[in-house]
């Protein structure tokens, strides 16, 4: 169980680690030459949705007395300039039924959903170049360093893991294993299914597309995150699929062959197996 809870803390740390390292190459201009108009955009993101939010908080007072001035109108249009014309069925100054007020409500959220659609295929359209750099660095941090730093990371290096072939652990595993475990591994599958959708398909028709990889996304995550704990020896869909293993060794360099519910190391399992013999030894000279 240790490997399990070790390798998912390098996993974590790992990743930590990457996302430091592209935050600092989106500083630089030519890597991100958008980086102004993605914040800028980002900014009008965020205030849209509070916008959005202290107008569902106040929408019952502007309702309160059964009726819609022309003074809260105004002051509407003045505070939500995005939300305003969702109010222009309502008749000024006259009494408001209550289906009035829902519908009035619906068409808030339902705009909130446009405006949300509409920004976030905006800013995604303007880190095209972001991900694809991203791609390129997790697949070198996983992949290439892996490879050179002989089944290991930097983290998994701190907890003593290694990738192995799993039929022949002193067999060098190949790079485009590692490669295409990188891939597996850090979900960039999905990453570049998702590119090639933002880039080829309309807005309308990636947001569904976009919809349905999150949900894809889920179960993904779901089938390693299961093959990794219900198997002894905790091998991921991705193991399987390339054969390889990940293990745990002591600082003498051994393996240790740990069971999911077995945590002991090889000296654990030889005293084990000699207090079973000591045991059954006993138990035939008493019979």
């Given at each position: 169980?240790?490997?399990?809870?070790?390798?998912?803390?390098?996993?974590?740390?790992?990743?930590?680690?990457?996302?430091?390292?592209?935050?600092?190459?989106?500083?630089?201009?030519?890597?991100?030459?958008?980086?102004?108009?993605?914040?800028?955009?980002y900014?009008?993101?965020?205030?849209?949705?509070?916008?959005?939010?202290?107008?569902?908080?106040?929408?019952?007072?502007?309702?309160?007395?059964?009726?819609?001035?022309?003074?809260?109108?105004?002051?509407?249009?003045?505070?939500?300039p995005?939300?305003?014309?969702?109010?222009?069925?309502?008749?000024?100054?006259?009494?408001?039924?209550?289906?009035?007020?829902?519908?009035?409500?619906?068409?808030?959220?339902?705009?909130?959903?446009?405006?949300?659609?509409?920004?976030?295929?905006?800013?995604?359209?303007?880190?095209?170049?972001?991900?694809?750099?991203?791609?390129?660095?997790?697949?070198?941090?996983?992949?290439l360093?892996?490879?050179?730093?002989?089944?290991?990371?930097?983290?998994?290096?701190?907890?003593?893991?290694?990738?192995?072939?799993?039929?022949?652990?002193?067999?060098?595993?190949?790079?485009?294993?590692?490669i295409?475990?990188?891939?597996?591994?850090?979900?960039?599958?999905?990453?570049?299914?998702?590119?090639?959708?933002?880039?080829?398909?309309?807005?309308?028709?990636?947001?569904?597309?976009?919809?349905?990889?999150?949900?894809?996304?889920?179960?993904?995550?779901?089938?390693?995150l299961?093959?990794?704990?219900?198997?002894?020896?905790?091998?991921?869909?991705?193991?399987?699929?390339?054969?390889t293993?990940?293990?745990?060794?002591?600082?003498?360099?051994?393996?240790?062959?740990?069971?999911?519910?077995?945590?002991?190391?090889?000296d654990?399992?030889?005293?084990?197996?000699?207090?079973?013999?000591?045991?059954?030894?006993?138990?035939?000279?008493?019979?």
């Amino acid at each position: 169980m240790k490997r399990i809870i070790y390798r998912m803390l390098a996993y974590v740390l790992d990743l930590a680690f990457v996302s430091v390292i592209l935050l600092g190459i989106g500083y630089i201009n030519f890597v991100n030459p958008e980086s102004e108009k993605i914040n800028y955009t980002y900014q009008e993101y965020y205030n849209i949705n509070n916008s959005y939010t202290e107008l569902m908080k106040n929408i019952d007072d502007y309702f309160k007395d059964g009726k819609l001035t022309q003074e809260e109108y105004e002051d509407i249009v003045c505070k939500y300039p995005n939300f305003f014309d969702c109010f222009n069925d309502i008749t000024l100054n006259e009494d408001i039924k209550n289906k009035e007020i829902d519908e009035v409500k619906e068409d808030l959220n339902k705009r909130i959903t446009k405006l949300n659609n509409d920004y976030g295929y905006k800013i995604e359209k303007l880190n095209i170049r972001t991900s694809v750099i991203s791609i390129v660095v997790y697949i070198l941090y996983f992949g290439l360093l892996q490879y050179i730093l002989k089944g290991q990371t930097i983290f998994k290096k701190l907890f003593k893991l290694r990738v192995i072939d799993n039929e022949h652990p002193k067999k060098k595993v190949p790079l485009w294993k590692y490669i295409i475990r990188s891939i597996l591994v850090c979900e960039l599958i999905i990453s570049i299914v998702d590119l090639i959708l933002l880039v080829t398909l309309n807005q309308s028709s990636y947001i569904i597309g976009n919809g349905w990889l999150s949900n894809i996304k889920y179960v993904y995550e779901m089938a390693f995150l299961v093959t990794m704990i219900i198997r002894d020896d905790a091998r991921s869909i991705h193991d399987l699929l390339l054969n390889t293993r990940v293990v745990r060794f002591n600082l003498a360099g051994n393996i240790i062959d740990e069971k999911l519910f077995n945590d002991g190391d090889s000296d654990y399992e030889s005293v084990t197996n000699k207090n079973n013999k000591i045991v059954s030894k006993n138990a035939n000279r008493d019979a």
